[in-house]
């Protein structure tokens, strides 16, 4: 089945820098790779998603890359603000089915003021 | 609209005690997941159905059962709960369509098992 790794475990920056978290996949069957947000307490959001025909996509702030020679997908958000604190998990899935996702096993964005 | 509705929101159990977490969608989605999440572990899928009548085991589905009732509802049941189950169990859905799909969650069941 699909293995989906994710790094860092934990990412602190200052507020106004760059962050970035990658996961690699090892299905090559995957095409559809979202990214949720959890604040503490909440349900997951998802925040950006790309399918393997896209390399880039970006939505304001936030933007996701993917490689799929590599098998690898990274999130980028840029000029961090404290309300972007929370837990993010990466996840891929086969598209085309009802085949539930594979998540990554999160990290937790600490934003410094 | 309330998306995705899961209770109860909180449970403690007695090893051994059954129960069951129910779970209904009113965004007319075909498919529906049980995932449930530990401390650093991510979220894991336990069962999933494609469309109603229709339902398979995810990566970890040893200790329950599920019930797809109708398009709405799926229904996760603990029929001998066990100390290894305590854990926060999110349901979802999601319309399912090639190339990809979005899956919405529901607020989420804290259950602890004694």
């Known amino acids: 089945g699909e293995n989906v790794e994710q790094h860092p475990s934990t990412l602190s920056v200052q507020e106004g820098d760059s962050a970035v978290i990658k996961c690699t996949y090892s299905d090559s069957a995957s095409n559809y790779f979202p990214w949720y947000k959890q604040e503490l307490g909440k349900r997951p959001q998802l925040i950006i998603d790309?399918?393997?025909?896209?390399g880039e996509k970006k939505d304001q702030r936030i933007a996701v890359t993917l490689n799929k020679t590599a098998k690898h997908f990274s999130l980028h958000i840029t000029e961090t603000q404290p309300e972007d604190s929370a837990v993010y998990f990466c996840?891929?899935?086969?598209?085309?089915?009802?085949?539930?996702?594979?998540f990554g096993k999160g990290t937790h964005l600490i934003i410094q003021p | 609209n309330a998306g995705v509705t899961q209770t109860p929101k909180f449970q403690v159990l007695k090893t051994g005690q059954s129960m069951t977490l129910q779970c209904a969608q009113d965004m007319n989605h075909n498919s529906m997941y049980w995932y449930r999440q530990d401390p650093g572990m991510g979220l894991r899928l336990i069962y999933y159905?494609?469309?109603?009548?229709?339902?398979d085991k995810g990566e970890v589905p040893n200790g329950y059962n599920v019930s797809r009732l109708n398009k709405r509802e799926f229904s996760l049941r603990l029929e001998s709960a066990a100390p290894s189950q305590t854990s926060v169990y999110f349901c979802a859905s999601s319309t399912s369509w090639t190339g990809g799909d979005i899956q919405y969650f529901g607020a989420g069941t804290r259950l602890s098992v004694l």
């Open positions: 159905s494609a469309s109603e009548g229709t339902t």
């Open positions: 996840a891929a899935k086969r598209g085309g089915g009802a085949d539930g996702l594979t």
């Open positions: 790309i399918r393997s025909n896209v």
